[in-house]
């Protein structure tokens, strides 16, 4: 499957059964640096600026990809500047995000989402931004391709799966919080505990790796005890029970599964060399004056303009996981960490008793930018690094 795709990006990237042509691509943009010396774009550098073009879909139409608890302008919240803004990174300029560019690029290939609740709001994300926000019967629910269905008993399926049939282009999103294999203990016991294999990647990811042409993963927030203990999560490695106590403190715990599915891939790309992975860095989160359940806000709405990003080393794990790799780092935390005005805050459809949702993002909003950041890494790849030698 890998071959013939290689084979089909040897020749055009766009072929005649597509309304989009190669002239329609956006053309390679001059970075503002000199002649002399050309630098790979940092888009981890720059400000928010109030753009009126902004935002490419609307919170009220988008409902086939958008859940109603993150479209914000379903909710009572009176303001929405927060739409109005666009990442500008300091030396280079970002190419705008056209829904018709992303699936010329990406046709006749997947791109698979995994990850947590932000990574399942980056997926309805780039949903919204493919499509304006518009349903269309050009796109095709072929979740159970992928075993994506609702088991019985369950709330929602596991991940969702869409295809654009006109480039042949599927975007999925898998949820996998940890990103290592979950396994029950007792399959046959509902209410059995689980391993958390940290050593080990998600099944799903090694079970459709093949199918895949771009991945996105992100962990993070599902790494503290409230979550493995509410979710009956019992840490393994080695296919043995691990609480020692080198992994007590989580972000050890975490530091090892990241590291170990950032391996894993790097190991895969010989035999898939148009693979591309990211591995995306946390999504900050914007309590003050308390946490989720102690009283803390997120309320403001004002953007502290000029507000540069000059934050790094934003996710330790992350970084120190994919040198000397080929996965790529996709550093999205330092840009979100000046848009404490954009989340759900008190609007939230769970804020009746009091808490604020200063985890998750008003849709459209910030985790669009995530996307465009994506975009651009896509359409201008920089330098693979070499394989680490292990």
């Not at 940890?178 to 203990?185: A, R």
Request: proline content about 5%.
């Amino acid at each position: 499957m890998k071959s013939s795709l290689a084979e089909k990006e040897k020749s055009s990237a766009i072929e005649k059964s597509s309304d989009i042509t190669a002239e329609e691509l956006p053309p390679t943009k001059v970075e503002k640096s000199s002649a002399i010396e050309k630098k790979v774009c940092d888009y981890t550098e720059g400000k928010w600026v109030q753009d009126s073009r902004k935002p490419i879909y609307s919170g009220k139409m988008c409902k086939r990809w958008l859940s109603g608890m993150w479209a914000c302008r379903l909710t009572q919240r009176p303001d929405f500047s927060y739409e109005k803004y666009r990442w500008q990174p300091d030396n280079c300029d970002m190419p705008d995000f056209k829904g018709r560019h992303f699936l010329a690029r990406m046709q006749h290939k997947t791109i698979a989402f995994a990850g947590d609740s932000l990574g399942r709001q980056q997926f309805q994300s780039i949903m919204c931004l493919i499509t304006g926000g518009k349903d269309s019967t050009d796109v095709q629910d072929v979740g159970k391709e992928y075993g994506l269905v609702r088991a019985r008993g369950a709330i929602r399926p596991d991940g969702w799966a869409y295809r654009f049939r006109k480039t042949n282009t599927t975007v999925l999103y898998y949820w996998s919080a940890s990103l290592c294999e979950i396994e029950p203990l007792n399959p046959g016991n509902p209410s059995t505990n689980f391993a958390m294999h940290l050593d080990r990647p998600a099944w799903f990811l090694r079970t459709n790796l093949y199918r895949f042409d771009v991945v996105v993963l992100n962990t993070g927030h599902h790494w503290n005890r409230g979550k493995l203990n509410a979710n009956r999560w019992h840490m393994y490695v080695n296919g043995q029970p691990k609480n020692d106590r080198t992994l007590r403190d989580l972000k050890s715990a975490r530091n090892l599964t990241v590291h170990s599915v950032v391996k894993w891939l790097d190991e895969q790309f010989d035999k898939y060399p148009n693979l591309r992975v990211f591995m995306r860095t946390l999504s900050p989160r914007h309590f003050f004056n308390g946490d989720w359940n102690s009283g803390g806000r997120c309320d403001n709405t004002k953007l502290l303009f000029g507000s540069h990003n000059v934050s790094h080393n934003n996710d330790p794990a992350a970084e120190s996981a994919v040198q000397g790799t080929r996965v790529e780092y996709l550093d999205i935390t330092g840009i979100s960490e000046l848009r404490d005005d954009a989340h759900l805050s008190k609007y939230s459809l769970k804020s009746n008793n009091g808490s604020q949702d200063c985890l998750h993002w008003c849709l459209p909003g910030v985790p669009d930018t995530w996307n465009e950041l994506l975009f651009a890494r896509l359409l201008f790849p920089q330098p693979k690094k070499p394989s680490a030698q292990i």
